[in-house]
């Protein structure tokens, strides 16, 4: 284990609020205490009933959820940081950057989709879209920033404290990307000349800030305060050492996991994959030699949509993308995806499921094995990050993951209803809240929820009035300002109440509300 300087590791633990042991804690370690209150929390529980893309309803399959997915990342990310610290030049460079804790990096893993609503990332869209434009929240939804309102704010672990009451250390790995949606740090990442990674504006021309962030400005307090341990280590903008390796090693989990599963379901297809991938290594020459206009128009004609994906890296990595490293990397995946697993469909046979093991073993183990430390990164990378060639196979199997699974109609017509569902969802929550006559008939955490966003959202009023509105628009005065804190403080508990839910209780309290059963709901609702 490293030593770190004792200025810096008093730190990174002495901004716990509250007593580093308390009696629920089975760990005399701080960090080991945090990693157990994390696996602890019933919001890491639900995570069982959160899907990842698809429900296994009806294969009859063990497919990963949100909560198998967290304890892959942390198993990934603790491998990770084991390899590194194994190798006294990486450890070396880790202390410089405020060092690297295997604890802290595991919590980190498991803590990191805490905030993941119902029905995954369309979910989050969903959610997104109803908190601006019903509720006028500048911060909308995010996953990442409702992970850390967990674990700062309206989580429990006991009385006197908000959240799980987490070190500095473990609650700054979980910024995946450490700044709000609008105002900090400034300058704004989403202003620089190369916006970190999900930093920037999204595509669609919205103007709505930062397609990803991982803090609401009710917890940006918390933020500043887990951060300032490392504020002469890294940059405001760039993630911690122990997040960085999170960050990696959920990218190595996802892209793995999910291709898995879909081969056991059936979705992913030889001869569509192998068609894609052979036709781009055939004819890269001509296909790069196609107009872009041209291309787009023809994206469904074999071998183009993965030579969109290599102009696309270019123009938006093009300190790492390489066209030969690209070509090993597509090679690599027909020989172990296509040849070796998708060649055979998945029959559940021991042979079937023996060669899923391979792949996904000796894949983990390339991956992770990949990955190096680097103390002055791009801004498009962390300091851990996958090495040049693991870096694109990656690329190239998340390719794959989309192009075959998420672009597919059926999933699309899948997805419209879970939309469906969380809006209507919404609005028979907050047309609740707005009856005052069944104010005291409300659920008792929802009622705890809006207190507690109406406490948060009058204080920034008072001290900082520009944090509630887009920029450019005036904070509204009077009886109006009051009517605008009330909507907001609506907005957030519902979006809280109903992003604690599970797929299966967010349909069971639908129906209820809806009137369309005589089931109590309070039956299938835990949280």
Known sequence: MRTEPGSLRAGRRSTRLGDPQQPGDLASSPFRADRDRVSSSAFFARLGGVTQVV???????????RLTHSLKVAQVAR???????????????????????????EAAGLGHDLGHPPFGHLGERVLDRVARQRFALPDGFEGNAQSFRIISSIDVRGSGSDGL?????????LLKYPWTRLMRPQPHPRRLPVPPRGASEPEDGAGTGSAKFSCYVTELDDMLDCRAPFA???EDWQQTVEASIMDTADDIAYAIHDLEDFHRVGILQHTTVSHELTEWLDHSGELARVPDAELERSDDAPGRSLERLRRRLHAKDSWIADDDVFVGAVNKVVSDLVTKLLKVPFDRSEQAEQAVAAFSGEWTRRLVRGVVVDEKPTTRSGHVALDTEQWHEV???????????????DLALHQRGQDRLLSKLVQALDEWLIDRSEAARLPYRLRDLFDRSRDELHALRRDDPDTLVMPGEQPPSGPAAGEHVERMARGRAVIDFVASLTDDQAAALLESLSGRTTQLWADTFVL
């Open 79 to 105: 491998a990770v940081a084991e390899g590194l610290l194994d190798d006294p030049a990486e450890a070396e460079r880790l202390d410089r950057l405020g060092g690297c804790d295997l604890d802290v990096v």
């Open 55 to 65: 429900s296994p309803s009806g294969s009859g399959l063990l497919l990963h959820n």
């Open 232 to 234: 002469d280590r890294v």
């Open 165 to 173: 009451d987490l070190t500095a250390a473990v609650r700054a790995a």
């Open 395 to 409: 690329q190239i199997l998340k390719f794959v993951h989309r192009r075959f699974v998420l672009q597919r109609p």
